[in-house]
């Protein structure tokens, strides 16, 4: 399976945008890629996934290079609730499993 | 409607006790994935049913760790002689159909082995 790069913490003001990046350069054509979050003391969350076009919705943007080899998460206004581990994840379209990594920490400053 | 249920939330069990944990799925979810995540470390891939069919078992650690789904809802991951190795959050994921969708997690089982 092709892996993801991120990395292991940053940092955000509250109400601010921020863009957690994630290097796939092993990427196949077949593979989408998910972005999950992790909240203290919870189950992944669902944030965002796409294939080739970028893709919006209410939680966040996902910006996809044209080569697919990167990818980012565009949260456009943080909030002290999107504090948690964001997880880059590369998945085919008939998935059975996905590979976590270890994802980014990201910290909010109020 | 109710997300993915786990139960029990905590357990701790003794070194060679067995332990089975149990995953209520949404209902009408097709797919159905165990995860292991241990202190600090992003959730591992255990085993997927489609239905009660389980099609990839690979991420088990050892033949101590057996998961099943009879009837193609509840599913149950039995831990026997457990380990101290053992301990983790153990995760589980519904979704509703076969393809590249969003998967919905409980909020996990963490068993301490003692």
């Known amino acids: 399976d092709a892996k993801t790069t991120q990395p292991n913490s940053m940092e955000s003001n509250e109400e601010e945008p921020v863009h957690l990046p994630c290097n796939h350069s092993t990427i196949s054509g077949t593979d989408y890629i998910h972005w999950y979050r992790q909240l203290p003391s919870q189950g992944p969350e669902y944030v965002i996934h796409?294939?080739?076009s970028n893709v919006n919705n209410r939680m966040a943007s996902l910006a996809i290079a044209e080569d697919r080899k990167s990818s980012t998460l565009i949260l456009h206004r943080a909030t002290l609730r999107d504090a948690a581990v964001y997880y880059c994840?590369?998945?085919?379209?008939?998935?059975?499993?996905?590979?976590f990594g270890s994802g980014t920490k990201l910290n909010v400053k109020p | 409607g109710a997300g993915v249920s786990q139960s029990p939330r905590y357990k701790v069990a003794k070194r060679g006790q067995d332990v089975a944990l149990r995953c209520d799925p949404i209902?009408?979810?097709?797919?159905l994935f165990w995860y292991q995540q241990a202190l600090g470390q992003g959730p591992e891939f255990l085993t997927y049913?489609?239905?009660?069919?389980?099609?990839?078992k690979s991420g088990l650690p050892s033949d101590r760790f057996f998961a099943e789904r009879p009837e193609g809802s509840v599913s149950t991951l039995k831990i026997q002689r457990t380990q101290q190795e053992d301990s983790a959050v153990y995760l589980c994921?519904?979704?509703?159909?076969?393809?590249?969708?969003?998967?919905?997690f409980g909020q996990g089982t963490r068993l301490t082995v003692v």
């Open positions: 994840i590369l998945a085919k379209y008939n998935f059975n499993k996905f590979y």
């Open positions: 049913f489609q239905n009660e069919a389980q099609l990839d």
């Open positions: 994921a519904s979704s509703p159909n076969r393809v590249n969708t969003e998967a919905f």
């Open positions: 796409g294939l080739t």
């Open positions: 209902s009408g979810h097709v797919s």
